[in-house]
């Protein structure tokens, strides 16, 4: 766990852009840093990049042809369909 993390708002569009991990020594352990786009009036992390301060170690997620409303239907997000999946 984190004894303590530091999150930078773009007060704006009220989207997280950086967050720093900092452990109980107040070591700078971890950064992640978010890009958004406006995808169909929703604010969309697109880009994810988490860097390790400590060993260098980063992962990058992007996040591609995302769309929303689709016309999913209504018994897929259903509990039992989430466990069990579709059938």
Known sequence: TYSRIVHWVDTAN???????YYDREGRHLKTQIL?????????????????NNINGNKTIAAIRN???????????FQ??????GVR
């Open 14 to 20: 009220r989207t997280i852009l950086k967050t720093e």
């Open 66 to 76: 995302v769309q929303y409303n689709i016309g999913l239907e209504d018994r897929l």
């Open 79 to 84: 509990e039992r369909t989430l466990k069990t």
């Open 35 to 51: 890009k958004w786009e406006l995808i169909q009036d929703i604010w969309t992390s697109t880009n994810l990049v988490m860097e």
